[in-house]
């Protein structure tokens, strides 16, 4: 069965065949939604079809997804996704909450969320035979796709500012990729990449650019689908919990604005085929110094103005978001909004998880500072379930772990010593 039916723009909504193009809109630029047969889809499977599947990753889903898994068995593509989801009820107290979790995409095969766009994004490269898949990235959605490639044999190239993180940059390099540091920022990596794709014939990844990232993405909303039906289940069995007067509401940082983008396809996704009565809320979050979506949400437009980005959170410096329409779409058509958060409030957010056992980089750790701003400003009230993502492990940026805590004291080798210092 072929759900993959073509595209539509998200600006001017035409719709084009899968033969037509293979990026953004030709005529405006605007990002494409990829459109699938939902009715052939509905036609075929119930929920429990799917959910039954006995597969942990993100392939579980694959008669929601427009490419076929790639050949091979156990390999790190075939493990992206699935990722897991904890309760965080010490935070949650602090915080004046009663229902609060955190999924952990650091789990993800290389340590972030990216793993989900970059697995998709190689099946549709391996179905149209490319050879050579380019991205840019600040370094996780490179460090996924060397990761993702280097699972099946595929020829990867990453653009990265060469600022980026020395772990990231470890990562591509260990993953085999060829490795390109681009002495500029992220965005002129991103127009670099584009040009050098269309020059030489590489099929670009590039996040928001092609639109199988937002399909890769949208497959953490369909595992918080999962968790959300099973989980408000057991509430309305246990305590009678009244579901439609408790809607989830979900915290995601923002950078170029395709994770929030396709996170809101997947429930779109479901909500189309009459699987998910109701859309969640969803808040995006951004570095103050990043905050182009943001202004746009707030500005009540849904024009994008850059802005010169800066701060601690690499993954989301961005100056032009690239998926900027759709993610303010993401935060106003669900009732959501944008918040944004300094660079002082992400690395407390570092400390604050970490003090869970959960080790996030700073992009990461923004959607949970993000929490902590709307709890204060009254933005959710304390009985909204909040699902909180953290995006990327810590790992990726020691640097700014260390920023985060107090560093530990050095001290002779003796007991004396130690008496001392306790
Ligand atoms: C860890 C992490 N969090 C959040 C984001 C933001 O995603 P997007 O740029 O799609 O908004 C990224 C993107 O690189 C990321 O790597
Ligand atoms: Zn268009």
Known sequence: MNKFVGYRCSLCGEEYSPADTTYTCPKDGGNLDVVLDYDS??????PEDILSRNDPSLWR???????????????????????????????????????????????????SFKDR????????????GAEVVVTASTGNAGAALAGMS?????????????????????????????????????DEA????????????????????NPFTAEGKKTAAFEIWEWWESTHQKWHEEVGMDVDHAPLTVFVSVGDGNIISG???????????????????????????????????????????????????????????????RAVRAAKETGG????????????????????GV????????????????ASSGLIGSEDPILVLNTGSGLKDVRAAMRAVQSAPIIEPTLEAVKQLL
């Open 263 to 325: 996170i809101y396809k997947g429930f779109r996704d479901l909500y189309q085929l009459g699987w998910l009565p109701r859309i969640p809320r969803i808040i995006g979050v951004q570095a103050e110094g990043s905050a182009a979506i943001s202004n746009a949400f707030h500005g009540e437009t849904e024009t994008i103005t850059p802005v010169s980005a800066k701060t601690i959170a690499d993954s989301i410096s961005v100056d032009l978001p690239r998926d900027g329409v």
């Open 359 to 374: 080790f996030a980089e700073p992009a990461g750790a923004a959607a949970y500072a993000g929490l902590v701003k709307a």
């Open 41 to 46: 889809i509905k036609s075929k499977y119930k």
């Open 150 to 186: 280097a699972a099946v044999g595929q020829k990867a190239i990453i653009f990265a500012p060469k600022s980026a993180p020395q772990a990231k940059v470890a990562q591509l390099l260990v993953f085999g990729a060829k490795v390109i540091l681009v002495d500029g920022t992220y």
């Open 61 to 111: 889903f694959l008669p929601l997804l427009p490419v076929s898994e790639p050949e091979g068995e156990s390999t790190p593509l075939h493990a992206a996704g699935g990722t897991p989801i904890f309760n965080l009820s010490r935070l949650a107290e602090k915080l004046g909450l009663q229902y609060l979790w955190l999924k952990d995409e650091s789990r993800n095969p290389t340590a």
């Open 337 to 356: 909004t944008y918040v944004n958060v300094s660079d002082k409030e992400i690395l407390k957010a570092i400390a604050e998880l970490g003090k869970l």
């Open 190 to 209: 991103f127009d670099l990449t584009v040009k050098a794709a269309d020059e030489f014939g590489w099929y670009c990844r590039n996040t928001g650019y």
């Open 117 to 128: 766009a970059s697995a998709i994004v190689v099946a549709r490269a391996q179905e149209i």
